[in-house]
């Protein structure tokens, strides 16, 4: 009989089942390769939402559309984007010091350049900067909608809901879900081939 | 609480579990092939592709030749590929391996030579031989199915598993000891993967083993009979040939008065009994081709393994051959019933590659609804139903063996006939010897001669052993029975059926062969008697709703003797002499005309009434099929309607033919000119839908985008 090895005999198929064997996602390689294509596609999805956060802002000056982050499970295979992330994006600027009120500096020694070089009180510099948890606060805000607002002084009227989050996600998320069933086919195929 | 988090996840235990398995079935399925002769191995997307051609394959060439030829392509084609392969691709397995193949081949080769040169020396026919050996390069997928293409391709992709797993036909490298044996496993592998694709097709592997063995077995069997078919017309075409040639020499020697009786009854019954061998070869292999194809349709559906004789799936198969589309019409109705009734509803779970779980009602086909005998029932219309086009290989074979028979009966009626010609000239005992009349035409006997042959058709028509030679010998008692009647004169003989359109030399005119002119003058001088009966006779009037078709026989009439008369010189004109007794019958006609106030008489003298409302009224034009229990009606070719125009022109027409009038080709010719939209009128009607999709092509044609309506809401 012509021996075309490996085609036509026993041996050739068991080589052919293990190299089935270790496509199986219980394999820790095969896993870790997974997650890695989790992560890349949950990171399209991102780019995504962010645009549609984006877009309801007219103007985003302190980017708060970089608060839309993704997170990959390790001990499942998944992962998740969201705006309820309270890790902090960025690190905050030198803190001033605090003045107190009984310490008013409010007399300065204005000069032939002029200007208020008074330093910034921390609440000036936590009011007129925003940080990674506080992009999270405006987009969760802008997306859910405020109730009425009222200050000591009138009302401050109600923000109304965008709801731009379940929209964008759920169709983000779904072309994350195909592009992801075929990079894993991508995936097999390299593996086998 | 407005949605802030969107998860995905991934399940993967369902990939896993079926991936394991995929792993498992593969080895086991090998070792079972391994265990029938069979081999497995995976294959890349060419040879994939070359598998399902494999599928599809004919069957291998039966006769000794048509396999020399085969053996003789495949060598050349591998021989070629071996050549083109670099010394490290030679050296390695896969080379080494086709060397070994290409050495067997040549040696295969040699024998089947040898084998042909040894036939074709008895017969005396040398040339042939070596005619047959050599045949041309038609392809890559010769009947041993190896395409060259693919074979270069497994030796590319050794080493790499891939995912496809096909049924590989490994005969031709495994079984050199004879050819049959290779075609035998050819057969069983083509088997085999059928019933492969057809358990994949129906998801059912718990049978799949112990029907395959089945499956090859019975394929085997199956190339068995087709093989025998094959030996069995090639080894006794000589014979036949041989024994043709004898029957004839001795009808001539009949025909010219030796005494040949004896001889001539032998020489029939061993033609015969040749032909027969092939009748029956191809009965049995037609079928068990159908008896093959339910065998493996069934194996794959048979989820209950239900038991299913051979016995019923033969009685089948014969009842398909009988019956024909009356038992697919009904085995149709059975499967739908049964479906129906097995219909069943399930709830299914499935984790998408998107890694979400749904849940879904499925209909299925739950067999177990069904009480054992409603299964079998059920297997066996759905292996009928879905199998026509295989099954057709079957019928063709058994009709072929039919159609063979039916002619091989023929020649043996007409044999004996010519036997008993003999017998009848020397006083009517049948069987016995006598001299035959110098003059006396075997074809055109007297009525004594005739009735003999009716007698003894009717005798042998009850000793018929099958409905097929039955029916044969009805047909040729029918045909004897018509001529008695025609020669008392109790059948129209002027103008009557085509012997008389020959008798008055029409034939010659429309192709046919020219009849002899004694038994012309014969049927003439008869036609001048009946017509000389018809001017003495008083006719009686028909009732009132004769009266228009009187008419139109009248007008038929006059067409008729018309077109005689042109006839007449035109057979003239051809050099065409006429015999004494046709001016005598034109003028009798003549005569008949004039007189006309009668039907029947009319009826019986005159060729294209052969009923009161048979003259087609054609004045409105139309389609000829109207006409009850007349020959036109359901006569769909031979041009049985026929007749002669004003102009002496024949014509022949059958059912469904139209004929127009000069109104409506005129409205045909017209419409041909353009025309034809006088008085059609047309509205136009745009709707809102079809402005949108107008603007919103326009719209993206031009880059401005979709017109999307949207709704603001309000809160």
Request: include cysteine; charged fraction near 25%; aromatic fraction near 6%.
């Amino acid at each position: 009989m012509a021996d075309i090895s490996g085609a036509f005999e026993v041996d050739g198929l068991v080589k052919q089942k293990e190299a089935l064997e270790s496509l199986m996602m219980s394999n820790p390689q095969m896993e870790k390769k997974v997650q890695g294509l989790i992560r890349k596609v949950l990171l399209v999805a991102r780019k995504q939402i962010s645009d549609a956060a984006k877009g309801e802002m007219k103007s985003d000056p302190r980017l708060a559309y970089k608060a839309v982050k993704t997170a990959v499970y390790r001990r499942i295979l998944g992962g998740n984007v969201s705006i309820l992330n309270k890790r902090k994006a960025g690190t905050r600027g030198p803190v001033p010091p605090v003045v107190h009120k009984l310490e008013t500096k409010t007399n300065s020694k204005g000069n032939h350049r002029g200007g208020n070089r008074m330093p910034r009180s921390r609440r000036t510099e936590d009011l007129l900067t925003y940080q990674g948890a506080d992009r999270g606060f405006i987009l969760r805000f802008l997306n859910a909608g405020t109730d009425g607002r009222e200050s000591r002084i009138g009302n401050r009227g109600a923000i109304a809901p965008r709801n731009f989050f379940a929209t964008s996600s759920h169709t983000a998320m779904q072309k994350a879900a195909e592009q992801l069933d075929t990079l894993i086919q991508d995936l097999i195929k390299k593996e086998l081939g | 609480m407005a949605d802030i988090i969107s998860r995905l996840k991934l399940e993967s235990g369902e990939f896993d579990s079926k991936l394991k398995r995929a792993g498992q079935e593969m080895l086991a399925y090998s070792e079972h092939c391994k265990s029938m002769g069979l081999q497995m191995g995976y294959a890349n997307k060419d040879a994939k592709e070359f598998a399902k051609a494999l599928g599809d394959m004919k069957t291998v060439s039966q006769t000794a030749r048509g396999k020399l030829n085969e053996l003789t392509e495949v060598f050349t084609n591998l021989k070629a590929m071996y050549n083109q392969m670099t010394d490290d691709e030679k050296q390695n397995t896969f080379g080494k391996g086709l060397a070994a193949s290409l050495d067997k081949l040549k040696t295969r080769i040699d024998e089947a030579k040898q084998n042909l040169n040894s036939v074709n020396a008895e017969l005396g026919n040398t040339k042939q031989a070596e005619q047959g050996a050599t045949s041309g390069i038609d392809g890559l997928t010769s009947a041993l199915g190896i395409n060259l293409k693919s074979l270069a391709g497994w030796g590319a992709a050794l080493g790499a598993g891939k995912v496809a797993l096909d049924v590989v036909k490994d005969a031709f490298m495994q079984s050199e000891s004879n050819i049959d044996e290779w075609g035998r496993t050819v057969k069983s592998s083509e088997a085999a993967y059928d019933l492969f694709l057809n358990t994949i097709n129906g998801g059912n592997w718990s049978n799949f083993f112990t029907n395959l063995s089945e499956a090859v077995r019975g394929a085997r069997d199956l190339y068995d009979a087709l093989d025998r078919l094959g030996s069995v017309k090639s080894n006794n075409q000589a014979a036949i040939a041989f024994w043709q040639q004898e029957v004839q020499r001795l009808r001539q020697m009949k025909e010219e008065g030796k005494d040949v009786d004896e001889q001539l009854t032998k020489a029939t019954e061993k033609l015969r009994g040749l032909q027969q061998q092939a009748v029956n070869a191809g009965k049995v292999a037609g079928t068990k081709t159908i008896v093959e194809v339910l065998k493996n349709r069934i194996a794959g559906e048979n989820v209950n393994g239900i038991n299913i004789s051979e016995g019923t799936l033969k009685g089948y198969a014969g009842s398909i051959t009988r019956n024909g589309q009356s038992v697919y019409d009904n085995q149709a109705k059975i499967y739908s019933q049964l479906t129906a009734k097995a219909r069943d509803t399930r709830v299914v779970s499935r984790i998408n590659a998107q890694g979400v779980n749904t849940s879904t009602e499925e209909s299925f086909i739950n067999l177990n609804k069904l009480t054992k005998e409603q299964q079998k029932q059920y297997l066996i219309a759905k292996a009928i139903t879905e199998g026509k086009s295989e099954i057709k290989t079957g019928i063709e074979i058994y009709a072929q063996a039919l159609s063979e028979e039916a002619g091989s009966i023929k020649e043996q009626i007409k044999g004996n006939r010519y036997v008993l010609r003999g017998a009848s000239g020397s006083g009517g005992s049948s069987g016995g010897k006598g001299k035959v009349k110098k003059d006396t035409k075997l074809v055109s006997g007297s009525i004594a001669d005739l009735t003999e042959d009716l007698k003894y058709l009717q005798q042998e028509q009850q000793k018929a052993t099958s409905y097929e030679e039955w029916e044969t010998y009805a047909d040729a008692i029918k045909e004897v029975t018509n001529n008695i009647k025609e020669l008392k004169g109790e059948l129209p003989s002027i103008g009557g059926n085509m012997p008389d359109m020959k008798a008055i030399g029409l034939e010659s005119i429309i192709g046919q062969p020219k009849p002899d002119w004694k038994s012309r003058e014969d049927i003439l001088a008869r036609g001048q008697k009946s017509l000389d009966k018809m001017k003495t006779q008083k006719f009686e009037k028909q009732e009132e709703k004769d009266s228009k078709n009187q008419q139109s026989v009248a007008e038929g009439v006059d067409k008729m003797v018309s077109g005689f008369s042109s006839m007449t010189t035109g057979l003239e004109k051809l050099g065409i002499e006429l015999p004494a007794g046709m001016q005598g019958v034109i003028s009798g006609i003549q005569t008949v005309s004039s007189i006309l106030t009668g039907i029947s008489a009319i009826v019986s003298a005159i060729q294209i009434i052969t009923a009161a409302d048979t003259i087609i009224p054609f004045a409105r034009g139309g389609i000829i099929n109207a006409f009850s229990g007349t020959l036109v009606g359901n006569s769909y070719s031979g041009d049985n309607l026929r007749g002669i125009g004003p102009g002496g022109q024949l014509y022949g027409l059958n059912a469904g033919e139209v004929v127009l009038n000069r109104s409506q080709v005129g409205n045909l010719a017209s419409q041909l000119e353009g025309s034809w939209l006088d008085g059609v009128y047309l509205d136009t009607i745009i709707t809102a839908e079809d402005i949108r999709l107008v603007m919103n092509n326009n719209g993206r044609r031009t880059g401005r985008g979709e017109y999307v309506q949207t709704n603001v809401r309000r809160r």
